[in-house]
């Protein structure tokens, strides 16, 4: 079945740093990539997705690129704030039903 | 863009008691809805998909005679949590599809506590 590999954190990282999380994926058709967002004490929001191979999401500064060939979605921020302290998901969605399947979730905490 | 709630934010009940959550899509239908359980510092773990105007699929290892779904409107599907017992604390997530199903809108969570 469908499953997602994301690295384990957590990241504690100083302001400006740049923040890599990586991301790998099984799936047996061609799914949607997606980077999830929860910040302490709210819902996930979408922080950016990628729905074909060769497709470079971006939001916030952050961006992922969806590698086909090695079956990877990565997160990267150039210059990462302490407002991007947060837990990060990479998930994907294989299948007109929907359904996310979801990392386990990385914590960030970016220190001043 | 699409808003999704969740009520109550917070819940606290004693054991043995039931305890009904509400999901909301709030400016835009969802003929399904996702419910997931997320327990500290872990991932969230899908649990069952609500189907408007038919009956819930659940995930394995999913007791639906516990966790009853009903999808009552195309805006509205609730998660009744029956004879709630202390393992059944958790943080409660729906979410969904919208935009074709290309996003998914998450509920900010409802926390159960059952002393």
């Known amino acids: 079945g469908d499953s997602v590999t994301q690295m384990e954190g957590p990241v504690t990282l100083s302001e400006e740093a740049f923040l890599t999380i990586n991301c790998t994926y099984t799936a047996t058709g061609y799914p949607s990539l997606f980077w999830y967002v929860q910040y302490p004490g709210e819902g996930l929001q979408l922080l950016l997705k990628a729905t074909k191979a060769d497709d470079k999401g971006s939001n916030k500064g952050f961006e992922a690129t969806y590698r086909k060939e090695t079956t990877s979605f990565h997160l990267e921020k150039g210059s990462v704030q302490v407002s991007d302290s947060a837990v990060y998901f990479c998930?994907?969605?294989?299948?007109?039903?929907?359904?996310?399947?979801f990392g386990a979730g990385t914590t960030v905490t970016v220190r001043a | 863009g699409a808003v999704v709630s969740q009520h109550p934010s917070r819940v606290i009940c004693k054991s043995g008691t039931s305890v009904k959550i509400e999901c909301r899509s709030l400016d835009f239908q969802a003929t399904t809805m996702f419910w997931y359980r997320q327990f500290p510092k872990q991932s969230l773990m899908l649990m069952a998909t609500?189907?408007?105007?038919?009956?819930?699929?659940?995930e394995q290892g999913v007791e639906k005679d516990k966790f009853l779904i009903n999808h009552a409107s195309l805006t509205l599907s609730t998660l009744t949590v029956t004879s709630a017992h202390p393992e059944d604390s958790s943080f409660y997530i729906c979410s969904a599809p919208a935009n074709r199903g290309h996003e998914q809108y998450f509920g900010p969570g409802t926390r159960l506590t059952v002393t």
């Open positions: 998930a994907l969605s294989d299948g007109g039903d929907y359904k996310l399947s």
């Open positions: 609500s189907n408007e105007g038919s009956k819930a699929t659940y």
